[in-house]
């Protein structure tokens, strides 16, 4: 029975101590600048990688010791904070700020204007006068009987 439950506490210590697969982001320049903070930071984070660090007495030295790695690993920030004279570690940070809100959908289109409506069209232009035909004369008088 001591075996087994041996063999069980060994089992989930190994899981628990396995490493996590790191999630890897685009690499900076070497000397990228980097937030630096003694308190953690408020804004969402995500660690990329811890640093042991050979007791630097000021955030100067820290950075002078990490920053090249950080930028490497993506880093935004370098989180130490100062354990009593020295800063014994450092952890860079990945800012984790949630996606920015969908933009809305534009305005709906306005509606086609209805075009105006159809009138008749205008009357073909009047036709000119027509010259009255010319008067005639009248028929000469005719002429007496007899003479």
């Known amino acids: 029975m001591r075996a087994q439950v041996l063999t069980s506490v ?8 396995a ?5 890897r982001f685009p690499a900076k320049p070497p000397r990228c600048a980097l937030e630096t903070f003694k308190l953690l930071p ?8 811890t640093f042991n660090l050979p007791s630097p007495d000021s955030m100067r030295g820290v950075l002078d010791l990490v920053q090249e790695r ?9 989180y130490a904070p100062k354990g009593g004279r020295v800063y014994s570690y450092a952890i860079a940070l990945k800012w984790n700020d949630p996606p920015a809100p969908a933009a809305p959908p534009p305005p ?12 008749a069209p ?10 009255p035909p010319p ?8 002429a007496p009987p007899g003479g």
């Open 42 to 49: 408020e804004r969402p984070y995500i660690e990329l990688e």
């Open 135 to 142: 008067a005639t004369a009248p028929p000469p008088p005719a």
């Open 19 to 23: 490493p996590t697969v790191a999630q």
């Open 108 to 119: 709906p289109a306005a509606p086609p204007v209805d075009p105006p409506p159809a009138t």
């Open 70 to 78: 950080a930028c490497g690993d993506g880093a935004d920030a370098i």
């Open 122 to 131: 205008p009357p073909p232009p009047a036709a000119p006068p027509v010259d």
């Open 10 to 17: 060994l089992a989930v210590a190994a899981v628990a101590c």
